[in-house]
């Protein structure tokens, strides 16, 4: 039990070593849309359910939803993709926006943002619908801001790390976000990351990479040894070996024959099913499935599709895809460059290689394929977080097969959190000790102690009089810039010389017990004056936020700051209920004898933008 305990705990340690790494993910960023419906009768016109709508819900896919779990995990995530100028890309930005991923999407008028509309009865997915075309290519201006934004991004990224050099993750899904130009380009800018981490349904177009881990399934794994002209090899005493037809067919994934080798029987002297008598099996043949679209099946009775190999109990006993994968993981590092590579089993977790020839197995908890949508970026960002924080590959591979398997709980899109990670290991999150509340003396303390552990610190200030949603995403965000928020809060004198002798509405005591409730903010502390200079010069913080749409430069504190050596954001206004706006909704209700007066106007707080008062 002791040694279990410290096993956990260093995998912890390695947990808390990633938080706030920077990380730059460039790719496929799609929408995923989730419909649940009631169907209790067929309909008249077709033997087809009769669906009740109940409830929809929107998430990040692809490349949005890796980006989404490196944040969450404690990454300091920037996506950068091409993105439709449509209602699926407001509906995108917004879900990276809640999960403080840093956006620097480029709008690409004219070209859908690729969505996956998935409609569910009884948690049992009926259909799903796929839009984005990957013919839709980028056009030489869509190529040309992509590359600015990625070189911008880079060097954001490496600026807020100190010089550090980012971590890079490719995620190509075949959708056209990364045509050739944008792939040489990266190919040629490789030395500028640290770590790259590549995730791609064709791995032969990436070879120049040189990436430090890819993450294939099994699937992508067999495609790219069938293209690279895999003859038959030994495995372990098993001659296994693949084939691959002339061509690829055109509208779906290659058609692959996983058999024994050639020779009529296998190398347990077994004779082979279908073999003919100068040992020649015949050739692939089989209907296409609905899980696949193409089956190839060989006359000793193995047959492979992107979910799985089938063995029948008469050939190939003891043959599985880890088997499989095991035995071709060093052919794989040599295709793709790669110093790990760690092809994905669904269900049956993963096999894991890296330099030192050791194959590494995990394990996973067979769950309905609705619960398991977007586990494998899950998987990748906990993979390229470890690995970007020198973690040795073991414990890489057990964090990266942890943080998707605790995801597989529910139906929807995965994103492991960081905080369940650690509950996962039996660790709580990490606390600093002190109260969420503190006063101006302890607060030097506090920052001196973070900064010592290498922590940046993020400063916001505000009445917070009325907290609303717009307060709390307005934080999520500032959060996601550092390490530590502190929010300063104006006292009760200091809110009513600014707002009004009507105000505050709520005394100080009760907004920062609020403030401190919120898990994104780390410290609040009460100021009186009318301006947090004083504040700025004691904690003198890494990033100060404001929100707004005006740029850092009218900022009144940008100087201040900027002399102490930090960075000045705006955020933009959220929309949602002013602080004001509320307030006088409030009293229009206590003075309206008729409250179910429907001539009254709409309510202007449900279009009011506002930042923290």
């Known amino acids: 039990m002791a040694g279990a305990a410290a096993e956990q705990r260093r995998l912890a340690t390695v947990v808390e070593s990633w938080l706030g790494r920077p990380v730059l993910i460039v790719g496929d ?16 016109e077709a033997p087809a359910p009769v669906l009740t709508l109940r409830r929809r819900i929107s998430a990040a896919g692809g490349a949005a939803n890796t ?12 996506l950068v993709a091409p993105v439709g100028a449509d209602v699926a890309g407001d509906e995108l930005h917004d879900c990276l926006d809640r999960a403080g991923v840093w956006d620097r999407t480029v709008s690409q008028p004219g070209r859908p943002t690729p969505v996956k509309r998935r409609m569910l009865a009884g948690n049992q997915i009926l259909l799903r619908e796929d839009s984005g075309d990957p013919d839709d290519a980028l056009d030489p201006d869509g190529v040309s801001r992509l590359l600015t934004a990625l070189d911008c991004a880079t060097e954001e990224l490496r600026a807020a790390a100190g010089g550090e050099a980012p971590t890079l993750v490719v995620c190509d899904y075949g959708l056209g976000a990364l045509p050739a130009p944008v792939r040489a380009w990266l190919v040629e800018q490789r030395e500028r990351y640290a770590t790259v981490a590549l995730d791609a349904h064709d791995l032969a177009d990436w070879r120049g990479l040189a990436p430090t881990v890819v993450t294939p399934s099994f699937a992508e794994a067999t495609r790219l040894l069938a293209r690279a002209g895999g003859a038959s090899r030994p495995a372990n ?20 024959t996983v058999g024994a080798a050639p020779g009529g029987t296998r190398a347990d002297g077994v004779a082979v099913v279908g073999a003919d008598a100068n040992g020649d099996r015949p050739g692939p043949v089989g209907e296409p499935t609905a899980s696949e679209g193409r089956v190839a ?22 043959v599985d895809r880890a088997v499989l994968a095991e035995s071709r993981l060093a052919e794989l590092r040599a295709h793709t ?23 590494r197995r995990s394990h996973s908890t067979p769950v309905p394929a609705s619960h398991a949508v977007g586990a494998g970026d899950a998987y990748l960002a906990a993979m390229t977080l470890a690995l970007a924080a020198d973690a040795p590959l073991p414990t890489a591979a057990q964090l990266a097969q942890l943080a998707a398997t605790i995801t597989v709980s529910d139906t929807g899109t995965c994103v492991c959190l960081r905080d369940d990670l650690l509950a996962a290991l039996d660790m709580p999150p990490e606390t600093s000790g002190h109260p969420a509340v503190v006063g101006t003396d302890e607060l030097d303390a506090i920052v001196a102690g973070h900064r010592d552990a290498g922590r940046s610190v993020v400063f916001t200030n505000g009445c917070f009089d009325v907290l609303h949603r717009g307060h709390v995403r307005y934080l999520e965000q500032a959060r996601a810039l550092g390490d530590l928020l502190i929010v300063a809060v104006n006292s009760d004198g ?28 780390d410290h609040v502390v009460v100021f009186e004056e009318d301006s947090p200079a004083a504040l700025i010069e004691a904690v003198r913080p890494d990033v100060y936020v ?8 009218l900022v009144p504190e940008a100087p201040l700051v900027r002399r102490l050596g930090g960075q000045v954001r ?34 202007p707080s449900l279009s009011t933008r506002t930042q923290p008062s």
């Open 237 to 256: 005493g098993t001659d296994l070996h693949l084939e691959h037809p002339g061509s690829d067919p055109a509208d779906g994934p290659s058609e692959l």
């Open 570 to 603: 705006t955020l933009g206004y959220v929309p949602d209920r002013s602080t004001s706006a509320i307030i006088e909704r409030i009293r229009s209700h206590s003075q309206d004898a008729s409250p179910h007066d429907t001539g009254r106007e709409p309510d």
């Open 546 to 553: 404001k929100g707004g749409d005006y740029p850092p430069e």
């Open 67 to 78: 980006a989404v779990n490196v944040a969450t995990l404690g990454g300091r995530a920037v």
């Open 29 to 44: 960023a799609m929408l995923d849309e989730w419909r649940f419906a009631d169907s209790d009768r067929l309909c008249r």
């Open 494 to 521: 200091s809110v009513r010389r600014l707002k009004g002798p009507d105000r505050p509405v709520n005394p100080v005591e009760d907004r920062g017990a609020l403030l401190a409730a919120l898990s994104c903010v």
């Open 297 to 318: 099946l060989t006359g000793d009775g193995l047959s492979v599709t992107g979910t799985g190999v089938t063995v029948n109990t008469e050939a190939g006993a003891g």
């Open 337 to 359: 460059g790669a110093d790990v590579v760690a092809v994905t089993l669904d269900t049956e977790g993963a096999v894991v290689g890296g330099a030192d020839g050791e194959r």
